[in-house]
């Protein structure tokens, strides 16, 4: 519970939820985007207990691992808070998911229960593992319980209350699977104290307390996520939040300005796509609304730029701020859904400075973070009001920031992991026995305390000349000049000079052959080889190229005509690049690159 004096979690989840569904019974908890189900925090409560009795009753106790694999809809908070109260482990899986990937999970967790949907009922069946009973939440799947059922089963013996309060705050409350860039996920084993020592280090910012207090949040992001479980399933536990579910991530631009969140997290692909969007609608205006649009953002970014400089505003400039508020920028902010959000974070992944500025620039205050699954979100966010783009902000409350002498950052906190599930190895070299944390991100911590994030260790570009190269940094200027693209890929490690694959978005590429009216097919392949879009690309590049040192400009790129999604050979299930699948599977284009024979970025 948020009270004006502190926040009173008690020692586990289920405490702290049982405090909140008492206190909020009425108002709404759980709320699907398109209408169809809606639970109030007393339903929710009700649904827990019935869940939690027919999970029981098919021999799942404290301590069990229960697999998790849904869409983001209300079910989930009720299926994984009800195994929560069992003192169970609950954990989800990317829907993504191969088979293959799904049985090595099973194996690794050694759950015996999984609770699904329709359409993964048979590609759980494939997935083999320890599995005795599959709870599916549509009725009528063959060989499988329906959660109607489930909820009927309750034992004569259970005693729902005795039972959640026997858990405790060393118990584990959920695995986090890691997406796998450099080889099979682990298993980030999460316990109560950790993930409440998270909220508690979240819940001192003044915006995120406000916006959780029974505000609104949106759950669209993968609940195997540590992201989402964060800022939707637990931030809503802690404070009340009504969360609103989005099944189909294509209407996330529809349902934010229906729900206007009090409390928003974005990845980077999200705002880079917001941003296109306004973009394109601001130059389809008439000259004179655009120059006004064009001014407006202009006078935002200097009150912006002199805030995060620590300089005053003159009275001038405020004056100016406030007529560009009223008149443009706070319809454009009501009109994207962000104009009731007290904290506006982005995370995941890196994110271009220029992004962070067009939306400092629009009045909203993008609030870079950095976190891991193995600190059970907690980490390093930008504060409203003192944003500073480029850097991830000052340490959370209650988490250490350090520089090792090899420049890796290292953390230390309570909400750190227990470890990775039956991997001791990989616990050590990642957990020290100082109670470090090696990150294995590469960065800086300034005088002021801001921590700065350079790139991955391992994934650093060291050229044929030995200069040390960020590929997130070059990628992310090309996306923040380039609305045509979707991925970048920086390449040059051991190279004379660095070279990149691009791929489109489809929508956007789309909309810009129709607005020029191009002529032939408008399928990928086609798009990719127009001459008219290879110059635009060219355009954003040798743009991008003005913002890097010589030596991390890019020489040459080509537009692949594919479309890499999530969970695929190419990007992780979190839209993290697969950097070695990626360098393996176009070596032929990456090579003929190198014969310079390619299109050139000048």
Known sequence: MITGDGWHAGQTLPELFQRTALRCRERIALRSSDGAVELTWGRYAEHVERIAGGLAALGVRRGDAVAIMLTNRPEFHLVDTASLHLGAVPFSIYNTSPATQIGYLFTDAGNRVVITERQWADTIKAAGGLVEHIICVDDGVEGTISLAELEALRPDEFDFDATWRAAGPDDLATIIYTSGTTGPPKGVELEHRAILESLRSGLALPEMAAGAAEGRLISYLPDAHVANRYFSHYLAMAGGATVVTVAD???????????????????????????????????????????????????????????????PVSARLAFRRALADRLVLRRLRTRIGLDRSGLTATGAAPIAPDIVWFFLSLGIELCEGWAMSESAAGGAINRPGAVRPGTVGKPMPGIEVKVAE??????????????????????????GPDGWLRTGDVGTVDAAGYVTIVDRKKELIINASGKNMSPANIENAVLAACSLADSVVAVGDRRPYVVALVTLDVDAVRKFAAERRLPGEHDLASLAAMPEVHAEVEASVLAANATLSRVEQIKYFRILPDSWSPGG??????????????????????????????????
């Open 569 to 602: 050979d190419e990007l992780t299930p979190t839209n993290k690049l697969r950097r070695h699948n990626i360098v393996e599977k176009y070596a032929a284009d990456i090579d003929a690159l190198y014969q310079a024979k390619s299109p050139s970025a000048g």
């Open 249 to 311: 991530l294509k209407t996330i631009a529809e349902v934010l300005p229906a729900v206007r969140p009090t409390v928003f997290l974005g990845v980077p692909a999200f705002w880079h796509k917001m941003q296109a969007a306004l973009g394109q609608a601001i130059a389809a205006q008439p000259a004179s609304r655009r120059r006004l649009v064009e001014w407006a953002f202009a006078t935002g970014r200097a009150v912006a730029e002199r805030q995060a400089a620590g300089r």
């Open 406 to 431: 090899d420049g890796e950052l290292l953390m230390r906190s309570p909400t750190l992991m227990r470890g990775y599930r039956g991997n001791p190895a990989k616990t050590a070299e990642a957990l």
